[in-house]
């Protein structure tokens, strides 16, 4: 084999990092039962694989190597450790305690440890932020830095929220499993949740100069990819990454050359990623014929039917009310019945619309949320009352944070003083 | 396996509004999840109710006061102590432990046989 140079070895290291990280930390947590000590013997291995595969060659099946290295070295550590180690709480894994089948969790599965580390991320007795944070450093295996810069808290903030999530897992004996078949709905939901988060904190950066966060939007995707890779019949798994694909294909039409913010009607449509699209369509019809599409296979039957038109104007509204109204029943959320008034705007006019919004607006569940003053705007801009859509646009503008929201909303209220 | 404490926190006015109907009913709940939680696989090693807030006293210090630690809409009325393979199966049980008036919180408690 040729002895490769040293920057292809960074790189090989590096996708290896990329690909293969959560599958090498599972397996070795199960070993360790202990995630710090796990974290740990993983970051040892990679770097053991800089200098290993120099010499070596990059091996064929990378995430094996870094496992079987990762493994060595807690076998290791705990051999060295095993007085100390008996005075802390262990992770519990099913299969490790006396009597029970190797291996197996609850309803008799042996299941990839990758669903074992996710579920255990994502487990709702931890704060949604919590999950968000373990998930990313220890699913994708970001550093602290790096999450505390995602979500602009400080780095020793991120460190102390990441230890406290670690610590109740240990002590409240958190178990390392996939949940049973009884559970499985709600807690593949919080999965999910998570990941969505992820991608909708990268999709409109909620304070940032630019729209759009590219690295935690792929990072979303890659995560959604790994849950439907792992759960393929689970129609919501294959609903959110239909989800997260057709929405992301819009991405290079959703701002201008000048980084200005363009909304679906003013989009340049031959920019749409044509791959994403098809592979997102494909999947939503897979989730819906999975049957008991949940809110994320329904959300992304509504990504569909805006990917497939050819235009804002031809766009199959009928469709999308008849989803809307099925999405509603299903979750009752009102920012569900925001969109849905965008719709109704569409087939029954601006005036049907703003009685909705007025609806909305009385339930004050959507106090502070930017979107619905700069809707009913839109709305009002559109029935040429440029006054009142001046005031609604500014009203946004108070609740907006990101550069390129704030940049259209101003343009927009100007344009209504004119 | 681990021991997790339920801690039954509700409000007392449920119960002197209720009356005894009230109470006779919730009395029949306890005796039920009791086996309830053996026919999950849980055990009840320990557990009581206790009298209302009113009948508290509090001592901080060299401070002694009439009433509960901290007042609040909910107070702690019961507690069990059970038996339970993980979290999730504390929670399993603990979803089913009646709390007519409010809710219940699980808290892991502490191995102290080591230290």
Partial sequence: ?418 | MPKYAILIYEAESGYAEGGEEVWNEVGAAHGRFAGQVAERGGKIVGGDALEPTPTATSIRGDLVTDGPFAETKEALGGFYLVEARDLDHAIEIARLCPARFGGVEVRPVMDTSNM
């Avoid at chain 1, 009203?395 to 100007?414: K, S, T, V, Y």
């Fill in chain 1, 1 to 418: 084999m040729a002895v490769p140079g040293a920057d292809e070895i960074r790189e090989a290291v590096a996708e290896a990092h990329r690909r293969e990280w959560a599958f090498v930390l599972a397996a070795t947590a199960r070993v360790t039962r202990d995630l710090d000590a796990a974290e740990e013997c993983v970051q040892d291995a990679y770097v053991a694989a800089l200098d290993a595969w120099a010499r070596q060659g990059v091996p064929r099946n990378p995430g094996a190597w870094l496992t079987t290295a990762a493994r060595h070295r807690a076998l290791d550590g705990l051999r060295r450790e095993r007085t100390l180690r008996t005075k802390l709480p262990l992770l519990i894994v099913p299969g490790a305690e006396p009597g029970a089948a190797a291996g197996r969790d609850g309803d008799g599965a042996i299941p990839d440890d990758r669903l074992r580390l996710i579920f255990t991320c994502c487990h709702p007795a931890l704060a949604v932020q919590a999950q968000v944070a373990l998930t990313l450093r220890l699913v994708c295996g970001l550093s602290t830095a790096e999450i505390a810069e995602a979500f602009v808290v400080s780095e020793p903030t991120m460190a102390a929220r990441v230890t406290r999530a670690k610590k109740k897992i240990l002590a409240a004996r958190i178990a390392y499993r996939v949940p049973g078949a009884a559970e499985l709905p709600d807690r593949l939901d919080a999965v999910l949740t998570v990941v969505h988060l992820l991608y909708t904190t990268g999709h409109t950066d909620p304070r940032g100069a630019d729209l759009i966060r590219p690295d935690l939007v792929e990072r979303a995707i890659a995560l959604a990819r790994m849950v439907r890779s792992l759960m393929p019949d689970e129609p919501e798994a294959t609903g959110l990454l239909a989800l997260l694909l057709l929405t992301d294909a819009r991405r290079a039409a959703r701002t201008d050359g000048a980084g200005r913010l363009l909304l679906l009607e003013q989009q340049d449509r031959s920019l749409w990623d044509a791959a994403a699209i098809a592979e997102g369509c494909a999947l939503v019809a897979e989730a819906l014929r999975l049957g008991r599409p949940g809110r994320f296979a329904i959300q992304a039957a509504i990504s569909a039917v805006h990917a497939e038109a050819p235009s804002y104007a031809a766009t199959d509204w009928e469709q999308l009310l008849l989803l809307y109204d099925r999405l509603l029943r299903l979750w009752p959320s009102p920012v569900v019945a925001l969109n849905r008034a965008v719709v109704t705007s569409m087939t029954r006019g601006p005036e049907a619309a703003l009685d909705e919004l007025a609806a909305l607006e009385c339930d004050g569940r959507l106090d502070g949320y930017r979107y619905l003053p700069a809707t009913k705007a839109d709305l009002l801009r559109r029935l040429g009352r440029h006054a009142e859509a001046r005031q609604a646009y500014l009203a946004a503008l108070e609740l907006a944070e990101n550069g390129a929201e704030r940049a259209f909303l101003a343009g927009r209220a100007a344009e209504m003083a004119g």
